[in-house]
């Protein structure tokens, strides 16, 4: 059993993988790829409003690569809850994709959730 310290207090691995890309994303603030992997790291420490941060910067900075797109979807939809916002980038998307059903089963839920 976990008690409430360890589960509050991220690993000392993980905070120093978020410093590193960090100071990465300062060193190149327009690599999406580097935003990307900001934003799981800040989800992985509970940081969800940073994450969204790193993931929108991620997707703006190449707007029709799916991957950021998904993980910004995901990261609304999913670990925030923010549906109105979710159901813009769902909606973006199936733009990308209108062959993929689970978009807009996706987009479908957000507007339910409502």
Known sequence: MIDNQQRSAPPNSLMAEL???Q???KANPKNADVFLALGMIYF???AEVQAIKALKKAHSLAPKVEKY???LCEGLF???KDYREAALYFKKWSVIRPDLAILH???AKCYIKL
């Open 105 to 107: 089963i996706n987009r």
């Open 23 to 25: 100071k990465l994303a």
């Open 69 to 71: 797109l998904g993980a």
């Open 78 to 80: 999913i670990r925030t």
């Open 19 to 21: 410093k590193r890309l």
């Open 44 to 46: 992985r420490v509970n």
